[in-house]
């Protein structure tokens, strides 16, 4: 394993209210405030050379147990906390993308774009009740997706793989 450093994200760029649709036929928004706690503190991205996997990985405030979800495409597979539904990483497969340095770079940063969009798409779907990690989906994969915009080369710099 290839782990990289953390790069410290100022939490405080990322806290604005955010508005959300209650479900997919409502006519409701709400705002939310984003706690803290939803919010990465660091985030870092590395080449996991013996799984052949770029992970991408989000640190908070407190840690939790994680699940595996794939909410599309089938290349990345989501890593979110089994409690919270927060967006803790991703992983993706590098030899399903085929592709090279660079090219992976840009092509695993649309990847996963496309992935948060999808578990988007599928909390949005879902009604908000309370303690539930789909809300947290809806808000927490905002924050999740303006991180890696803003973090892009960092987070994908570096030796990914030398080729297939």
């Known amino acids: ?10 939490q405080g760029k990322y806290d604005e209210p955010r508005e959300i649709g209650m479900s997919a036929s409502a006519d409701v928004e709400l705002d939310v405030f984003i706690s803290p706690f939803d919010i990465p503190k660091a985030v870092r991205g590395y080449y996991e050379r013996k799984r052949e996997r770029f992970v991408i990985d989000f640190k908070y405030i407190t840690d939790e147990p994680r699940k595996y979800e794939n909410f599309g495409p089938a290349e990345v597979t989501a890593v979110v906390g089994k409690k919270t539904g927060r ?5 993706i497969d590098v ?18 774009h496309e992935a948060i969009e999808a578990a988007r798409k599928v909390a949005s779907r879902r ?11 809806r808000v927490n994969s905002y924050v999740a997706d303006r991180i890696l915009q803003d973090f892009r080369d960092e987070v994908f710099a570096g030796e990914v793989f030398t080729g297939t």
């Not at 394993?1 to 100022?10: G, L, Y």
């Not at 967006?87 to 992983?91: A, H, V």
């Not at 009604?127 to 989906?137: F, K, S």
């Open 127 to 137: 009604p908000i009740t309370p303690n539930d990690p789909w809300g947290q989906v």
């Open 95 to 112: 030899k399903a993308i085929g592709a090279e340095s660079v090219a992976l770079r840009v092509h695993a940063a649309n990847q996963v």
């Open 1 to 10: 394993m290839n782990e990289r450093p953390w790069i410290r994200v100022d």
């Open 87 to 91: 967006i803790l990483g991703f992983e």
